[in-house]
């Protein structure tokens, strides 16, 4: 974009997911733009623009809740842009053994032998405590499961802890901490994952349509698409 964003001023929503691509998209394209990026749960950016309580000019957020607002005429018209998916991976505190995760009988194996689990109340935390009690691992729950409000406050938790911790949550949270105390894994096995496509719209009541449009288009065009891909979105 000519002027590096010269003169644009507006709010971006992310969820957690897609956090850190949009703020190196932003970072780097829009340099000179005052754009502030806020982040909260997908579900929650979603409830607050069906009430008209959003304060985001566009938003970030499963493809799923952007649809919902297109259909329900609170997007801008023709404004939906992909950004990519994300999915479910596995952390520890730096220094310590990381576990090789390649199929459902490993991970029982690392879930049984943690000291600690440690998961969110996000989708991603609901999904795979359902899956672990799925399969028969309830009982390794007990006494040793933790659950956190976001992954920020979980990594954060996981960095300062004593070890033999594993920590379960979205994929480009737990890359974006591997220099901060923890160490990244991997992808849970794939019959775990619970892979969400992210998409991004742009509010119709904004009062910067024309603008947030054309930086919608930057972030997820070429140049900015792969600051997401390089944070873990594919």
């Known amino acids: ?24 998209a932003v970072g780097s394209l829009l340099p000179r733009a ?6 909260d749960h997908g579900h929650l950016i979603h409830e607050a623009a069906l009430h008209g309580k959003s304060d985001g000019d566009i938003l970030i957020i499963p493809e799923d809740m952007i649809e919902d607002l297109e259909k329900r ?9 992909r950004f ?26 690392a879930v049984n032998g943690a000291g600690q689990l440690y998961l969110t109340s996000a989708p991603t935390g609901v999904h795979m405590r359902a899956w672990l009690a799925g399969v028969g691992l309830s009982a390794a729950l007990n006494g040793k499961l933790r659950t956190f409000e976001r992954a920020t ?20 949270e737990l890359m974006a901490w591997r220099a901060k105390g923890t160490d990244y894994g991997g992808s849970v096995p794939p019959q775990f994952d619970l892979p969400l ?38």
């Not at 974009?1 to 190196?24: C, D, H, P, V």
């Open 1 to 24: 974009m000519n002027g590096g964003g010269e003169g644009l001023t507006m709010k971006i929503l992310s969820a957690g997911s897609t956090l850190y691509g949009a703020r190196a």
């Open 34 to 39: 005052r754009i502030e990026i806020a982040t």
């Open 73 to 81: 005429g609170l997007l801008a018209d023709g404004s939906r842009r």
């Open 84 to 109: 990519g998916f994300t999915g479910i991976g596995y952390a520890v505190k730096s220094g310590q053994p990381v576990p090789a995760m390649t199929d459902g009988e490993a991970l029982a194996r």
């Open 153 to 172: 406050e979980m990594l954060a938790a996981l960095a300062g802890g004593d070890g033999n911790t594993l920590a379960f949550g979205p994929t480009t």
């Open 197 to 234: 496509m992210y998409a991004g719209g742009v509010l119709k009541r904004s009062a910067e349509i024309p603008g947030a449009i054309r930086v919608l288009d930057e972030i997820s065009g070429p140049g900015g698409i792969q600051h997401f891909r390089q944070s873990g979105v594919l």
